[in-house]
């Protein structure tokens, strides 16, 4: 691998301090507590009626939560993260940034659930989808509509392991702003891949596989730059989602640290 190119993989030398630390400062905690605590109340004292400081309700956002969040995006060397009960509900959300009458275009080769939701769920919500061999961008290029506003790919794909070109696909897009790119992160880890260096708008993680790897957690979260997506997946996170479990949690914050 040269210097000037660009999809060499860039270990980050920080990478296991982020992982150990990012998002479990002791410092956050009025105990100190160097070992993220679990908590596990449903509701958040408010200073008066109406006026709320970090915290609200547990689905709105929890503490424990929070600290992964950080973790994660850390590793992605990202702004923000999102989680939520699994990856699916992760995509879901995703596709609730969009509106019935759009159009998907997604890898012809992804995860059998994503696919089964892609095929079977998603043109029951009024939108059209068109899975496409992404490992060549021209691919891409054809099958873009008017109503296309979002790209979808997994790079590994599960589970033939095609390769997409993740620059690639942004300069096809380059043109059609309106049009959101997502990629499927989860079988390269922020450690080998961070898809947003390369032009990606949304990341989305599959923690229960690699990021957690012992197969205790099923959990799923977005990472992005964009303050305009995060407003909106946190939103949705908040309207929408299917609530996590603090055990899963902790376990998925303390994976990040082997």
Partial sequence: MTENNIYAIKVDPHFATKAIHCGQEADQWDSLAVVTPIVTSSTFKQKSPGVVTSFEYGR????????LEKCIAALEDAKHSVCFASGLAA???VIHLIN???HIISGDDVYGGTARYLRQVVPTMGLEVSFV???NVENVRSSIKKNTKLVWIETP???????TDIAGI???LESRRDILFGVDNTFMSPYYQRPLAFGADIVLHSLTKYINGHCDVIMGALVVDREDLFEKIKFLQN??????KHKFIVESKRCTSV
């Fill in 239 to 244: 309207g929408r989602e299917s609530s996590l």
């Fill in 60 to 67: 709105s956002g929890n503490p424990t939560r929070k600290s």
């Fill in 157 to 163: 794909a599960n589970p033939l392991m095609k390769l």
């Fill in 100 to 102: 019935a009458g759009d």
């Fill in 170 to 172: 942004r300069k096809v």
């Fill in 91 to 93: 995509l879901d959300t």
């Fill in 133 to 135: 061999d992404t490992s």
